[in-house]
C-alpha cells in the first residue's frame, strides 16, 4: 500500500509563492503517476497538475497554468507543487493522489490519496 504525506501548505499574500510536497513511501511501482488536486470550500475537487515518473510531459489545469510547476523525485516516491502569483481563488485543500498506471485529470482514476494541506492566500 501507499500513503501520501502532504506538506508545505500555509498562510500566503496574494503574489507570493508556496511549495506543496508530497512523500508517498511504499511500493514503488504503484505511484508511477502522482498528480495533485485541490478543493476549494463549497466546491467540487479540481484537477492541478500530474507527472509521471519520467517527468516527461506533466499536465495542467488550466487554471493554474503558467503559474505552478509540478516536479518529482522518482527515487524518493516524492513529488512538489510550486505556485507562484498565487490569488485569493488558489485558496482550498491541496491533496496528493497516485496511482499505477497512466496520467489522468479524472480524480476517480487515483488510488492513493493524501490527507490535504491547507492553502490560504490573502487578498
Known amino acids: 500500500q501507499v500513503q501520501p504525506v502532504e506538506s508545505g501548505g500555509g498562510l500566503v499574500q496574494a503574489g507570493g509563492s508556496l511549495r506543496l510536497s508530497c512523500v508517498a513511501p511504499?511500493?514503488?511501482?504503484?505511484?508511477?503517476?502522482m498528480a495533485w488536486f485541490r478543493q476549494a470550500t463549497g466546491r467540487e475537487r479540481e484537477f492541478v497538475a500530474a507527472i509521471s515518473r519520467s517527468s516527461a510531459a506533466p499536465i495542467y489545469g488550466d487554471s493554474v497554468k503558467g503559474r505552478f510547476h509540478i516536479s518529482r523525485d522518482s527515487g524518493q516516491n516524492a513529488a512538489f507543487l510550486q505556485m507562484n502569483s498565487l490569488t485569493p481563488e488558489d485558496t482550498a485543500v491541496y491533496f496528493c493522489?497516485?496511482?499505477?498506471?497512466?496520467?489522468?485529470?479524472?480524480?476517480?482514476?487515483?488510488?492513493?490519496w493524501g490527507q490535504g494541506t491547507q492553502v490560504t492566500v490573502s487578498s
Open positions: 511504499g511500493r514503488t511501482s504503484l505511484t508511477n503517476t
Open positions: 493522489a497516485a496511482r499505477q498506471f497512466g496520467i489522468t485529470i479524472r480524480d476517480d482514476e487515483y488510488d492513493y
